[in-house]
């Protein structure tokens, strides 16, 4: 038997106290991390408060676990002790339905969420299954790299999946968590980059983060001029916007994909998307595949998540920081 010494919440909403389990003996195919540093999530926050109505109590969230390996199943041949991991919002998957046996791990069926029915890496010690564990590039920063494994993979993945050309324009919604990532990305890929944003002091920022421009998403006149612009548009926002404002902006053929998690209907004026062929779209995060190949990208472009960082003792200042809003950009807790 392991002890784990966590942090979980006892309640909806409720504050993050220390919390031990038992974990038992370790599968075939199973990994255990000794968790070093653990990102904190805007869907950690959403768990915490039961706002998709999922979750279990008592809570340990965490799903942008960095540690090393401390121990593996007799099954498991291409990790060892010590090796430097990542894990991110699935801990398994079933590997035997239609869509693992594609390479799309990440629209399984039966995935185990990490923070879902079970305890995340809010936490000394967390299990996973090996396929969902991920070695880190040799010389990426392992300090920073949690955010990588959800919010990072989140933006990365339609890159991949729409094919989409260096020589494309493409607007960012949102420079938070998950847009200051896509600036980077993005900007690496080659494409002509824009950032919509109503922050006038936040400008020079997303300029040194990869955005060529900016254009004001509070003002009708600035995005009027933005027509036909674009050949994908990313919307990390969960609050409801003038999505017709935005579908305009689009070229024949463009892309509005939305990554972040709006809880309302998206009121879309159909005729314009027929006679362009628009298209409206979303997407999970990666496979464990796809979650690789973005971190040899970021190894590559030295691209990093803007971080800041507490110690895991202090996880409810953490926690309210984020819900603040005032997090820039991506919260990390460390093991003290």
């Not at 820039?328 to 460390?334: F, H, K, T």
């Amino acid at each position: 038997m392991t002890t784990v010494n966590a942090y979980a919440a006892r309640e909806v909403d409720g504050s993050l106290k220390p919390f031990q389990y038992e974990l038992g003996e370790i599968g075939a195919y199973e990994v255990d991390i000794a968790v070093k540093h653990c990102g904190i999530c805007h869907s950690d926050l959403s768990m915490l408060e039961n706002a998709w109505g999922v979750t279990q109590y008592p809570f340990v969230p965490g799903h942008e676990v960095i540690g090393t390996v401390k121990a593996i199943g007799k099954d498991v041949t291409n990790l060892k002790i010590g090796d430097y991991v990542g894990l991110g919002w699935h801990s398994g998957y079933c590997l035997t339905c239609h869509q693992c046996l594609r390479g799309y791990h990440n629209m399984c069926d039966s995935a185990v969420g990490t923070i879902v029915g079970r305890h995340g890496g809010f936490a000394d010690i967390v299990r996973a299954k090996v396929p969902s564990v991920i070695k880190l590039p040799d010389n990426i920063d392992a300090t920073t790299a949690g955010p990588l494994l959800c919010g990072g993979i989140t933006v990365f993945n339609p890159l991949i999946q729409f094919n989409i050309l260096p020589t494309a324009s493409v607007g960012v919604i949102g420079i938070g968590g998950l847009g200051h990532m896509a600036l980077q990305f993005l900007r690496a890929w080659g494409c002509r980059v824009t950032a919509f944003t109503s922050s006038e002091s936040k400008k020079e920022e997303v300029l040194k983060l990869g955005a060529h421009d900016t254009l004001n998403s509070r003002d009708p006149e600035n995005l009027s001029s933005a027509k036909g612009r674009f050949d994908l548009i990313l919307s990390t926002v969960n609050v409801k916007l003038d999505w017709n404002s935005y579908l305009e902006t689009l070229k024949p053929q463009g892309r509005l994909h939305v990554l972040g998690a709006v809880i309302e209907p998206v009121n879309l004026n159909v005729m314009p998307m027929i006679l362009g062929q628009k298209s409206l779209s979303g997407s999970p995060v990666g496979s464990p595949a796809i979650i690789a190949q973005m971190l040899e990208f970021c190894q590559l472009h030295n691209i990093k998540p803007v971080t800041e960082h507490f110690p895991i003792s202090q996880v409810n200042q953490a926690m309210a920081h984020l819900k603040s809003g005032k997090a820039r950009y991506r919260i990390i807790l460390d093991q003290d």
